[in-house]
Protein backbone atom coordinates (compact mmCIF):
# COMPACT_ATOMS: atom_id res chain seq x y z
CA UNK A 1 0.00 0.00 0.00
CA UNK A 2 1.09 3.49 -0.57
CA UNK A 3 2.09 6.04 1.53
CA UNK A 4 0.13 9.37 1.73
CA UNK A 5 1.31 12.64 2.48
CA UNK A 6 -0.71 15.57 2.98
CA UNK A 7 0.43 19.03 2.03
CA UNK A 8 -1.84 21.67 3.59
CA UNK A 9 -2.09 25.38 2.84
CA UNK A 10 -3.25 26.69 6.02
CA UNK A 11 -4.15 29.46 5.20
CA UNK A 12 -3.02 33.14 7.18
CA UNK A 13 -3.23 31.09 10.68
CA UNK A 14 -5.83 31.96 11.55
CA UNK A 15 -8.26 28.35 12.69
CA UNK A 16 -11.14 30.04 11.13
CA UNK A 17 -9.68 30.79 8.06
CA UNK A 18 -8.70 27.27 7.07
CA UNK A 19 -10.96 24.73 5.13
CA UNK A 20 -12.33 21.73 6.84
CA UNK A 21 -10.43 20.13 4.65
CA UNK A 22 -7.32 20.97 5.75
CA UNK A 23 -8.17 21.04 9.53
CA UNK A 24 -9.21 16.78 9.05
CA UNK A 25 -6.19 16.37 7.33
CA UNK A 26 -4.35 17.57 10.47
CA UNK A 27 -6.46 15.95 12.63
CA UNK A 28 -5.64 12.54 10.67
CA UNK A 29 -2.24 13.09 11.21
CA UNK A 30 0.29 11.01 13.39
CA UNK A 31 3.03 13.36 12.64
CA UNK A 32 2.47 17.39 11.24
CA UNK A 33 5.86 18.63 9.55
CA UNK A 34 6.59 22.58 9.17
CA UNK A 35 8.41 25.46 9.54
CA UNK A 36 8.77 27.00 13.06
CA UNK A 37 6.60 29.94 12.55
CA UNK A 38 3.68 27.78 11.29
CA UNK A 39 3.76 25.15 13.69
CA UNK A 40 3.64 27.87 15.96
CA UNK A 41 0.31 29.43 14.53
CA UNK A 42 -1.38 26.10 14.40
CA UNK A 43 -1.69 26.55 18.62
CA UNK A 44 -3.35 24.60 20.72
CA UNK A 45 -5.41 22.44 18.74
CA UNK A 46 -2.80 19.99 17.65
CA UNK A 47 -0.24 20.97 20.19
CA UNK A 48 -1.15 17.04 21.02
CA UNK A 49 0.64 15.96 17.86
CA UNK A 50 4.18 15.26 16.74
CA UNK A 51 5.55 18.60 15.73
CA UNK A 52 8.64 18.38 13.44
CA UNK A 53 10.26 21.05 11.50
CA UNK A 54 14.01 22.37 9.88
CA UNK A 55 15.27 25.76 9.80
CA UNK A 56 14.41 28.24 7.29
CA UNK A 57 16.15 27.52 4.32
CA UNK A 58 16.54 24.04 4.79
CA UNK A 59 13.45 22.97 2.64
CA UNK A 60 14.88 19.78 0.98
CA UNK A 61 15.58 18.48 4.53
CA UNK A 62 12.13 19.71 5.28
CA UNK A 63 10.59 17.50 2.79
CA UNK A 64 13.33 14.37 3.08
CA UNK A 65 11.62 14.38 6.72
CA UNK A 66 8.40 13.97 5.80
CA UNK A 67 8.59 11.26 3.36
CA UNK A 68 10.88 9.32 5.72
CA UNK A 69 8.72 9.69 8.19
CA UNK A 70 5.57 8.27 5.88
CA UNK A 71 7.99 5.43 5.18
CA UNK A 72 7.63 4.58 9.12
CA UNK A 73 4.19 4.19 8.37
CA UNK A 74 3.38 7.73 9.99
CA UNK A 75 0.24 9.51 8.64
CA UNK A 76 2.25 13.35 7.49
CA UNK A 77 0.63 16.22 7.00
CA UNK A 78 3.25 19.33 5.64
CA UNK A 79 2.11 22.50 6.52
CA UNK A 80 2.68 25.80 4.56
CA UNK A 81 1.21 29.60 5.10
CA UNK A 82 -1.32 30.53 2.82
CA UNK A 83 -1.92 28.33 -0.06
CA UNK A 84 0.45 24.91 -0.51
CA UNK A 85 1.14 25.25 -4.49
CA UNK A 86 2.04 29.13 -4.15
CA UNK A 87 5.45 30.16 -3.76
CA UNK A 88 4.79 26.73 -1.21
CA UNK A 89 6.35 23.93 -0.64
CA UNK A 90 3.81 21.29 -2.90
CA UNK A 91 6.23 21.59 -6.13
CA UNK A 92 9.34 20.71 -3.95
CA UNK A 93 7.89 17.80 -2.64
CA UNK A 94 6.85 16.51 -6.16
CA UNK A 95 10.52 17.29 -7.14
CA UNK A 96 11.82 15.29 -4.17
CA UNK A 97 9.13 12.49 -4.46
CA UNK A 98 10.52 11.18 -7.54
CA UNK A 99 12.84 9.21 -5.11
CA UNK A 100 9.95 7.40 -2.62
CA UNK A 101 7.55 5.78 -5.69
CA UNK A 102 6.02 4.26 -2.67
CA UNK A 103 4.49 7.56 -1.31
CA UNK A 104 1.61 9.72 -2.86
CA UNK A 105 1.09 13.29 -2.24
CA UNK A 106 -2.17 15.23 -1.84
CA UNK A 107 -2.46 18.96 -2.39
CA UNK A 108 -4.48 20.93 -0.14
CA UNK A 109 -5.32 24.35 -1.08
CA UNK A 110 -5.34 27.35 1.36
CA UNK A 111 -6.33 31.24 1.25
CA UNK A 112 -3.49 32.50 -0.27
CA UNK A 113 -2.43 36.37 0.94
CA UNK A 114 -3.66 37.54 -2.61
CA UNK A 115 -7.06 36.58 -1.58
CA UNK A 116 -7.19 37.76 2.09
CA UNK A 117 -5.34 40.72 1.88
CA UNK A 118 -7.20 41.33 -0.65
CA UNK A 119 -10.67 40.96 0.98
CA UNK A 120 -9.06 43.51 3.72
CA UNK A 121 -8.50 45.72 1.28
CA UNK A 122 -11.48 45.81 -0.65
CA UNK A 123 -11.52 44.09 -4.35
CA UNK A 124 -8.16 45.18 -5.89
CA UNK A 125 -7.77 42.15 -7.69
CA UNK A 126 -11.54 41.84 -9.22
CA UNK A 127 -10.07 41.20 -12.70
CA UNK A 128 -6.96 39.51 -14.60
CA UNK A 129 -4.22 39.95 -12.04
CA UNK A 130 -0.39 38.53 -11.79
CA UNK A 131 1.06 37.58 -8.78
CA UNK A 132 5.26 38.69 -8.63
CA UNK A 133 7.60 37.73 -5.31
CA UNK A 134 9.82 40.34 -4.81
CA UNK A 135 12.52 37.63 -3.46
CA UNK A 136 15.70 37.08 -5.37
CA UNK A 137 16.99 34.09 -3.62
CA UNK A 138 15.74 31.76 -6.10
CA UNK A 139 15.07 33.78 -9.23
CA UNK A 140 17.37 36.42 -10.59
CA UNK A 141 16.71 39.77 -9.90
CA UNK A 142 17.00 40.57 -13.76
CA UNK A 143 13.29 37.77 -14.21
CA UNK A 144 11.51 39.69 -11.54
CA UNK A 145 11.91 43.09 -13.27
CA UNK A 146 10.97 41.19 -16.49
CA UNK A 147 7.86 40.20 -15.10
CA UNK A 148 7.09 43.53 -13.40
CA UNK A 149 6.95 45.50 -16.66
CA UNK A 150 5.37 42.59 -18.70
CA UNK A 151 3.12 43.02 -15.76
CA UNK A 152 2.44 46.75 -16.41
CA UNK A 153 2.51 46.21 -20.37
CA UNK A 154 -0.45 43.86 -19.75
CA UNK A 155 -2.20 46.23 -17.33
CA UNK A 156 -2.78 44.16 -14.84
CA UNK A 157 -3.60 44.27 -11.11
CA UNK A 158 -0.12 43.59 -9.25
CA UNK A 159 -0.12 41.36 -6.34
CA UNK A 160 3.26 41.22 -4.66
CA UNK A 161 4.91 38.70 -2.29
CA UNK A 162 8.13 39.08 -0.11
CA UNK A 163 8.11 42.54 -0.79
CA UNK A 164 11.19 43.27 1.41
CA UNK A 165 12.99 41.21 4.08
CA UNK A 166 16.19 41.83 6.34
CA UNK A 167 18.54 41.69 3.61
CA UNK A 168 16.61 42.69 0.70
CA UNK A 169 15.05 46.53 2.27
CA UNK A 170 14.72 48.29 -0.65
CA UNK A 171 13.09 46.25 -3.21
CA UNK A 172 9.81 47.43 -2.88
CA UNK A 173 11.23 50.84 -4.06
CA UNK A 174 13.60 49.14 -6.74
CA UNK A 175 10.17 47.77 -7.83
CA UNK A 176 7.88 51.11 -7.78
CA UNK A 177 11.07 52.67 -9.14
CA UNK A 178 10.77 50.38 -12.21
CA UNK A 179 6.71 50.71 -12.46
CA UNK A 180 6.75 54.98 -12.80
CA UNK A 181 8.70 54.14 -15.74
CA UNK A 182 5.20 52.57 -17.61
CA UNK A 183 2.79 53.48 -14.92
CA UNK A 184 1.56 56.82 -13.74
CA UNK A 185 2.19 57.96 -9.94
CA UNK A 186 -1.15 57.97 -9.02
CA UNK A 187 -1.91 54.64 -9.71
CA UNK A 188 -3.96 53.51 -6.72
CA UNK A 189 -2.28 50.97 -4.73
CA UNK A 190 -2.52 49.62 -1.26
CA UNK A 191 -0.71 46.76 1.49
CA UNK A 192 -1.74 44.71 4.04
CA UNK A 193 0.67 43.67 7.01
CA UNK A 194 0.26 40.35 9.49
CA UNK A 195 -3.68 39.55 7.67
CA UNK A 196 -5.54 37.53 9.55
CA UNK A 197 -3.21 38.20 12.72
CA UNK A 198 -2.40 39.91 15.82
CA UNK A 199 -1.37 43.76 14.45
CA UNK A 200 -2.94 43.83 10.92
CA UNK A 201 -2.04 47.39 8.93
CA UNK A 202 -4.29 48.04 6.40
CA UNK A 203 -3.11 51.08 3.85
CA UNK A 204 -3.97 52.67 0.44
CA UNK A 205 -1.47 55.03 -1.11
CA UNK A 206 -0.15 55.60 -4.35
CA UNK A 207 2.14 54.43 -6.67
CA UNK A 208 4.61 57.16 -5.17
CA UNK A 209 3.54 57.11 -1.87
CA UNK A 210 4.17 53.19 -2.12
CA UNK A 211 7.95 53.57 -3.22
CA UNK A 212 8.78 55.26 0.49
CA UNK A 213 7.01 52.73 1.99
CA UNK A 214 8.12 50.24 5.29
CA UNK A 215 7.32 47.13 4.68
CA UNK A 216 8.61 43.58 5.47
CA UNK A 217 8.35 40.02 4.94
CA UNK A 218 4.68 39.97 6.63
CA UNK A 219 3.53 42.62 3.83
CA UNK A 220 1.42 41.60 0.91
CA UNK A 221 1.24 44.94 -1.43
CA UNK A 222 -1.34 45.05 -4.00
CA UNK A 223 -1.24 47.65 -7.51
CA UNK A 224 -4.27 48.44 -8.95
CA UNK A 225 -4.72 48.60 -13.04
CA UNK A 226 -5.56 52.10 -14.76
CA UNK A 227 -9.06 51.78 -13.85
CA UNK A 228 -8.59 50.74 -10.23
CA UNK A 229 -9.87 53.51 -7.46
CA UNK A 230 -10.04 54.29 -3.81
CA UNK A 231 -13.63 54.27 -2.42
CA UNK A 232 -14.33 55.24 1.09
CA UNK A 233 -10.66 53.66 1.96
CA UNK A 234 -11.17 50.64 -0.21
CA UNK A 235 -8.60 49.59 -2.72
CA UNK A 236 -11.29 48.50 -6.08
CA UNK A 237 -10.34 46.57 -8.99
CA UNK A 238 -13.65 46.81 -11.30
CA UNK A 239 -14.67 43.34 -12.67
CA UNK A 240 -14.65 45.02 -16.08
CA UNK A 241 -15.57 48.17 -17.91
CA UNK A 242 -19.40 48.46 -18.11
CA UNK A 243 -19.19 51.54 -15.46
CA UNK A 244 -17.81 54.38 -16.88
CA UNK A 245 -14.57 55.56 -15.47
CA UNK A 246 -13.85 57.92 -13.10
CA UNK A 247 -11.76 60.50 -13.55
CA UNK A 248 -10.97 61.78 -9.97
CA UNK A 249 -9.37 58.54 -9.53
CA UNK A 250 -7.82 57.96 -5.97
CA UNK A 251 -9.11 61.01 -5.00
CA UNK A 252 -9.01 59.68 -1.25
CA UNK A 253 -5.99 57.95 -1.08
CA UNK A 254 -3.29 57.54 1.73
CA UNK A 255 -5.53 56.36 4.43
CA UNK A 256 -4.30 54.04 6.70
CA UNK A 257 -6.36 51.90 9.06
CA UNK A 258 -5.04 49.52 12.13
CA UNK A 259 -7.69 46.34 13.11
CA UNK B 1 -26.21 51.65 13.56
CA UNK B 2 -24.79 50.63 10.74
CA UNK B 3 -25.55 47.51 8.23
CA UNK B 4 -22.94 44.88 7.63
CA UNK B 5 -23.23 42.83 4.18
CA UNK B 6 -20.71 40.03 4.22
CA UNK B 7 -19.74 38.96 0.75
CA UNK B 8 -18.43 35.77 1.30
CA UNK B 9 -16.18 33.49 -0.93
CA UNK B 10 -17.77 29.76 -0.66
CA UNK B 11 -14.83 28.10 -2.91
CA UNK B 12 -15.48 25.32 -5.28
CA UNK B 13 -19.12 24.74 -3.40
CA UNK B 14 -17.84 21.44 -1.22
CA UNK B 15 -18.89 22.14 2.37
CA UNK B 16 -15.61 21.14 3.50
CA UNK B 17 -13.52 23.66 0.87
CA UNK B 18 -14.89 26.67 2.94
CA UNK B 19 -13.80 28.40 5.69
CA UNK B 20 -15.15 28.53 9.01
CA UNK B 21 -15.29 32.41 8.60
CA UNK B 22 -17.16 31.88 5.65
CA UNK B 23 -19.37 29.07 7.45
CA UNK B 24 -20.22 31.50 10.16
CA UNK B 25 -21.17 34.50 8.40
CA UNK B 26 -23.99 32.32 6.59
CA UNK B 27 -25.29 30.72 10.19
CA UNK B 28 -25.79 34.47 11.17
CA UNK B 29 -27.53 35.43 8.38
CA UNK B 30 -31.07 35.83 7.95
CA UNK B 31 -31.08 35.64 4.52
CA UNK B 32 -28.39 34.40 1.60
CA UNK B 33 -28.20 36.20 -1.77
CA UNK B 34 -26.41 34.72 -4.78
CA UNK B 35 -26.85 32.92 -8.00
CA UNK B 36 -29.12 30.16 -7.97
CA UNK B 37 -26.31 27.84 -9.15
CA UNK B 38 -24.41 28.90 -5.95
CA UNK B 39 -27.38 28.71 -3.46
CA UNK B 40 -27.70 25.23 -4.60
CA UNK B 41 -24.16 24.13 -3.88
CA UNK B 42 -24.64 25.09 -0.62
CA UNK B 43 -27.15 22.36 -0.16
CA UNK B 44 -28.92 20.79 3.29
CA UNK B 45 -27.00 22.97 5.93
CA UNK B 46 -28.54 26.04 5.36
CA UNK B 47 -31.79 24.80 3.06
CA UNK B 48 -34.05 27.24 6.08
CA UNK B 49 -32.19 30.23 5.65
CA UNK B 50 -34.27 33.08 3.33
CA UNK B 51 -32.49 32.42 -0.21
CA UNK B 52 -32.80 35.62 -2.56
CA UNK B 53 -31.35 35.28 -6.16
CA UNK B 54 -31.96 36.88 -9.41
CA UNK B 55 -31.06 35.32 -12.62
CA UNK B 56 -27.52 35.49 -14.83
CA UNK B 57 -26.30 38.82 -15.97
CA UNK B 58 -28.78 40.65 -13.68
CA UNK B 59 -25.27 41.37 -10.74
CA UNK B 60 -26.30 44.62 -9.98
CA UNK B 61 -29.95 43.76 -9.23
CA UNK B 62 -28.30 41.31 -7.62
CA UNK B 63 -26.15 43.67 -5.05
CA UNK B 64 -29.51 45.80 -4.93
CA UNK B 65 -31.61 43.12 -3.51
CA UNK B 66 -28.64 42.98 -0.97
CA UNK B 67 -28.80 46.42 0.28
CA UNK B 68 -32.24 46.33 0.18
CA UNK B 69 -32.74 43.38 2.76
CA UNK B 70 -30.14 45.04 4.93
CA UNK B 71 -32.15 48.57 5.46
CA UNK B 72 -34.68 46.34 6.74
CA UNK B 73 -32.90 44.98 9.60
CA UNK B 74 -31.70 41.71 8.30
CA UNK B 75 -28.63 40.06 8.24
CA UNK B 76 -27.31 39.68 4.43
CA UNK B 77 -24.64 37.42 2.68
CA UNK B 78 -23.95 37.51 -0.63
CA UNK B 79 -22.46 34.30 -2.18
CA UNK B 80 -20.30 34.37 -4.83
CA UNK B 81 -18.18 31.15 -5.93
CA UNK B 82 -14.56 30.80 -5.66
CA UNK B 83 -12.84 33.91 -3.60
CA UNK B 84 -15.84 37.28 -3.24
CA UNK B 85 -12.73 38.93 -5.07
CA UNK B 86 -11.67 37.32 -7.69
CA UNK B 87 -13.64 37.63 -10.71
CA UNK B 88 -17.06 37.82 -7.82
CA UNK B 89 -19.59 40.86 -6.79
CA UNK B 90 -16.81 41.80 -4.33
CA UNK B 91 -15.96 45.48 -6.16
CA UNK B 92 -19.63 45.85 -7.44
CA UNK B 93 -20.76 45.56 -4.30
CA UNK B 94 -18.54 48.34 -3.25
CA UNK B 95 -19.51 50.63 -6.45
CA UNK B 96 -23.23 50.08 -5.76
CA UNK B 97 -22.61 50.66 -1.87
CA UNK B 98 -21.78 54.23 -2.56
CA UNK B 99 -25.79 54.80 -2.58
CA UNK B 100 -26.46 52.57 0.58
CA UNK B 101 -24.19 54.95 2.62
CA UNK B 102 -25.76 53.08 5.90
CA UNK B 103 -23.92 50.08 4.76
CA UNK B 104 -20.62 48.33 5.52
CA UNK B 105 -19.19 45.24 3.25
CA UNK B 106 -16.93 42.58 4.57
CA UNK B 107 -15.19 40.53 1.90
CA UNK B 108 -14.81 36.52 3.25
CA UNK B 109 -11.85 35.39 1.03
CA UNK B 110 -12.75 31.42 -0.30
CA UNK B 111 -10.73 29.19 -2.29
CA UNK B 112 -10.51 30.47 -5.92
CA UNK B 113 -10.01 28.02 -8.94
CA UNK B 114 -6.25 28.59 -9.38
CA UNK B 115 -6.03 27.13 -6.21
CA UNK B 116 -8.21 24.47 -5.57
CA UNK B 117 -7.24 23.53 -9.80
CA UNK B 118 -3.70 23.99 -8.73
CA UNK B 119 -3.93 21.87 -6.07
CA UNK B 120 -5.68 18.70 -8.07
CA UNK B 121 -3.08 19.36 -10.80
CA UNK B 122 0.06 19.75 -8.60
CA UNK B 123 1.78 22.54 -8.36
CA UNK B 124 1.02 24.28 -11.75
CA UNK B 125 1.24 28.06 -10.41
CA UNK B 126 4.18 27.24 -7.32
CA UNK B 127 5.85 30.78 -8.81
CA UNK B 128 5.05 33.86 -10.26
CA UNK B 129 1.66 33.57 -12.24
CA UNK B 130 -1.18 35.14 -14.07
CA UNK B 131 -4.68 34.77 -13.78
CA UNK B 132 -6.91 35.66 -17.08
CA UNK B 133 -10.35 35.39 -18.15
CA UNK B 134 -11.35 34.72 -21.45
CA UNK B 135 -14.78 36.01 -21.17
CA UNK B 136 -15.29 39.51 -23.24
CA UNK B 137 -18.55 40.10 -21.64
CA UNK B 138 -17.33 43.09 -20.07
CA UNK B 139 -13.46 43.29 -21.11
CA UNK B 140 -12.66 44.57 -25.25
CA UNK B 141 -11.29 41.10 -26.90
CA UNK B 142 -8.01 42.84 -27.65
CA UNK B 143 -7.82 43.63 -23.87
CA UNK B 144 -7.66 39.95 -23.66
CA UNK B 145 -4.92 39.45 -26.44
CA UNK B 146 -2.97 42.30 -24.90
CA UNK B 147 -2.73 40.37 -21.44
CA UNK B 148 -2.32 37.43 -23.28
CA UNK B 149 0.60 38.49 -24.88
CA UNK B 150 2.20 40.01 -21.86
CA UNK B 151 2.17 36.83 -20.04
CA UNK B 152 4.03 35.27 -22.17
CA UNK B 153 6.31 37.87 -22.71
CA UNK B 154 6.92 37.50 -18.86
CA UNK B 155 6.96 33.95 -18.74
CA UNK B 156 4.53 33.37 -16.11
CA UNK B 157 2.80 30.75 -15.28
CA UNK B 158 -0.87 31.40 -16.47
CA UNK B 159 -4.40 30.38 -15.23
CA UNK B 160 -7.37 30.91 -17.27
CA UNK B 161 -10.72 31.33 -16.00
CA UNK B 162 -13.55 31.06 -18.31
CA UNK B 163 -12.09 29.88 -20.99
CA UNK B 164 -15.47 28.75 -22.85
CA UNK B 165 -19.00 29.40 -22.88
CA UNK B 166 -21.88 28.13 -24.94
CA UNK B 167 -21.73 31.19 -27.18
CA UNK B 168 -17.49 31.83 -26.79
CA UNK B 169 -16.61 28.10 -27.85
CA UNK B 170 -13.55 28.44 -29.48
CA UNK B 171 -11.94 30.92 -27.40
CA UNK B 172 -9.62 28.71 -26.00
CA UNK B 173 -8.14 27.88 -29.18
CA UNK B 174 -8.24 31.55 -30.07
CA UNK B 175 -5.94 31.67 -26.70
CA UNK B 176 -3.75 29.61 -27.47
CA UNK B 177 -2.69 30.32 -31.28
CA UNK B 178 -1.95 33.92 -29.97
CA UNK B 179 0.11 32.14 -27.53
CA UNK B 180 1.91 29.45 -29.97
CA UNK B 181 3.16 32.86 -31.65
CA UNK B 182 5.68 33.30 -29.24
CA UNK B 183 5.41 30.12 -26.68
CA UNK B 184 6.90 26.78 -27.93
CA UNK B 185 4.25 23.85 -29.10
CA UNK B 186 5.53 21.67 -26.13
CA UNK B 187 4.91 24.04 -23.10
CA UNK B 188 3.38 21.66 -20.26
CA UNK B 189 -0.39 22.64 -19.53
CA UNK B 190 -3.51 21.28 -17.96
CA UNK B 191 -7.12 21.70 -17.08
CA UNK B 192 -9.75 20.52 -14.55
CA UNK B 193 -13.19 20.73 -15.04
CA UNK B 194 -16.03 20.63 -11.97
CA UNK B 195 -13.24 20.88 -9.68
CA UNK B 196 -14.30 19.69 -6.12
CA UNK B 197 -17.37 18.95 -7.65
CA UNK B 198 -19.40 15.65 -9.05
CA UNK B 199 -17.65 14.86 -12.29
CA UNK B 200 -13.96 16.45 -11.45
CA UNK B 201 -11.60 15.64 -14.90
CA UNK B 202 -7.85 16.42 -14.64
CA UNK B 203 -5.91 16.35 -17.87
CA UNK B 204 -2.04 17.33 -18.66
CA UNK B 205 -1.75 18.28 -21.95
CA UNK B 206 0.67 20.02 -23.96
CA UNK B 207 0.21 23.89 -25.21
CA UNK B 208 -0.79 22.23 -29.00
CA UNK B 209 -2.32 19.75 -28.04
CA UNK B 210 -4.65 22.01 -25.47
CA UNK B 211 -5.86 24.23 -28.66
CA UNK B 212 -7.96 21.25 -29.31
CA UNK B 213 -9.49 20.50 -26.15
CA UNK B 214 -13.05 20.66 -25.48
CA UNK B 215 -13.37 22.87 -22.57
CA UNK B 216 -16.60 24.78 -20.57
CA UNK B 217 -17.33 27.79 -17.88
CA UNK B 218 -16.45 25.22 -15.41
CA UNK B 219 -13.13 24.18 -16.98
CA UNK B 220 -10.06 25.99 -15.05
CA UNK B 221 -6.87 25.70 -17.74
CA UNK B 222 -3.35 26.06 -16.53
CA UNK B 223 -0.27 26.97 -18.40
CA UNK B 224 2.87 26.43 -17.65
CA UNK B 225 6.10 28.64 -17.43
CA UNK B 226 9.49 27.75 -19.30
CA UNK B 227 10.34 25.99 -16.39
CA UNK B 228 7.26 23.74 -15.61
CA UNK B 229 7.40 19.95 -16.59
CA UNK B 230 4.60 17.08 -16.25
CA UNK B 231 5.73 14.36 -13.23
CA UNK B 232 4.09 11.50 -12.61
CA UNK B 233 0.94 12.76 -14.33
CA UNK B 234 1.65 15.93 -12.27
CA UNK B 235 1.91 20.14 -13.51
CA UNK B 236 5.15 21.27 -11.67
CA UNK B 237 6.00 24.39 -11.63
CA UNK B 238 9.04 24.70 -9.71
CA UNK B 239 10.02 27.64 -6.77
CA UNK B 240 12.94 28.73 -8.48
CA UNK B 241 15.69 27.83 -10.67
CA UNK B 242 17.65 25.82 -7.76
CA UNK B 243 17.44 22.76 -9.54
CA UNK B 244 18.84 21.62 -12.87
CA UNK B 245 16.48 22.26 -15.96
CA UNK B 246 15.16 18.94 -17.08
CA UNK B 247 15.72 19.22 -20.79
CA UNK B 248 13.20 16.27 -21.27
CA UNK B 249 10.42 18.57 -20.64
CA UNK B 250 6.52 16.86 -20.49
CA UNK B 251 8.01 13.34 -21.58
CA UNK B 252 5.07 12.45 -20.01
CA UNK B 253 2.14 14.40 -21.02
CA UNK B 254 -1.57 13.82 -22.21
CA UNK B 255 -2.70 12.22 -19.53
CA UNK B 256 -6.26 11.95 -18.54
CA UNK B 257 -7.79 10.74 -14.86
CA UNK B 258 -11.38 11.18 -13.83
CA UNK B 259 -11.93 10.99 -10.08
Not at 7 to 23: K, N, S, Y
Not at 66 to 72: G, H, T
Not at 130 to 141: A, G, K, M, Q, Y
Not at 212 to 238: R, W
Request: aromatic residues 6%; negative net charge; proline residues 3%.
Amino acid sequence: MKHKIYIVGIGPGREDMMTGQALAALEQSDVIVGYTVYLELLGERFAEKEQLSTPMRQEKERCRLCFQEAEKGKQVSLICSGDAGIYGMASLMYEIGKEYPDTVLEVIPGITAASSGGAALGAPINHDFCVISLSDLLTPWEKIERRLLAAAEGDFAIVIYNPASRKRKDYLKKACELLLGTIEENRCCGYVENIGREGTRICTCTLKELKDQEVNMFTTVFIGNSGSEILDGKLITKRGYQIERNTDICRNHGGERTV
